[in-house]
């Protein structure tokens, strides 16, 4: 073993809208530039719901992990 691991963590930015606006590839276990592609593709397609603070919706940073 080359000491993979079978996911892909990202950081994705959200908008106060719940939309995805940016993405950075924090860590790719599989050594697969492909399969992170495929999970940076499945998080900028998600709809979110963005917390509220004070009455008003806040945009945020959500991490995702992909496990393959």
Same mark, same amino acid.
């Given at each position: 073993s080359r000491g993979l691991t079978p996911w892909t963590r990202l950081n994705a930015t959200l908008s106060a809208k719940g939309t995805v606006t940016a993405t950075k590839l924090v860590?790719?276990?599989?050594?697969?530039?492909? &399969? /992170?592609? &495929?999970a940076e593709r499945d998080i900028r397609g /998600?709809?979110?719901? %963005? %917390?509220i603070r004070g009455c008003v919706p806040r945009s945020f940073i959500f991490t995702y992990r992909r496990t393959f």
């Open positions: 860590s790719n276990g599989t050594g697969d530039e492909s &399969l /992170a592609f &495929l /998600a709809k979110f719901s %963005p %917390p």
